[in-house]
């Protein structure tokens, strides 16, 4: 039986055709936005100001924009929406804002105003990999990402390109299942 205390659901989601807002226009503004950026372009921010590395990311992306406070309604036209700012009353406003309009809304070290949280995550193409405390412990995410790329082997990402060439060469069935998962397992005991 699940837990009465809040958890997360480790999801993988696309963000194609999401379209996704950013409150706030410093550190913690840009950290969001550069883990943001591995995945979707359709992203716009509302800050008062905004930090030298959200600015290069606006021009080097062509992101949409308002230097301005956040205003009610404004949340409107999203699908997700994060605050990355430390008014934990503009947190509080956005996120029961959203909750009749079903938008989903992370607030940075707010765990009560999330539907969702950011865990660390290593991407390599098209691996990905997410760690997460449920927000217990943001720097044993980090470390244990750093342990885990460590970890990886080097050859992994043009494994699995061959491995996904291959998948997608063969028509599917138990046969292509069966070679798949025996290239796969003598991959990883040759690292052994």
Do not use: H
Request: glycine share 4%; charged share 30%.
């Amino acid at each position: 039986m699940p837990s009465q205390t809040k958890s997360y659901f480790p999801a993988f989601l696309t963000l194609q055709d999401r379209k996704i807002l950013l409150v706030g226009g410093g550190k913690i503004a840009s950290d969001k936005l550069s883990k943001l950026l591995d995945f979707t372009l359709d992203i716009k921010i509302i800050a008062k100001n905004l930090s030298q590395e959200i600015k290069k990311y606006i021009k080097k992306y062509n992101l949409e924009y308002e230097l301005r406070e956040y205003r009610e309604g404004d949340i409107d036209s999203f699908d997700i929406v994060i605050v990355a700012v430390d008014d934990i009353i503009l947190q509080k406003n956005i996120y029961f804002e959203s909750r009749d309009k079903k938008i989903f809304v992370n607030s940075v070290d707010s765990r009560e105003f999330c539907d969702f949280i950011f865990g660390s995550y290593i991407k390599k193409d098209d691996l990905i990999i997410s760690i997460s405390t449920s927000g217990s412990s943001p720097s044993v995410s980090k470390y244990l990402k750093i342990f885990l790329e460590k970890a990886l082997p080097k050859n992994l990402s043009s494994f699995l390109k061959e491995i996904k060439s291959l998948r997608e060469s063969l028509p599917k069935g138990k046969d292509r299942m069966t070679l798949l998962d025996r290239k796969t397992k003598e991959f990883f005991d040759s690292l052994q």
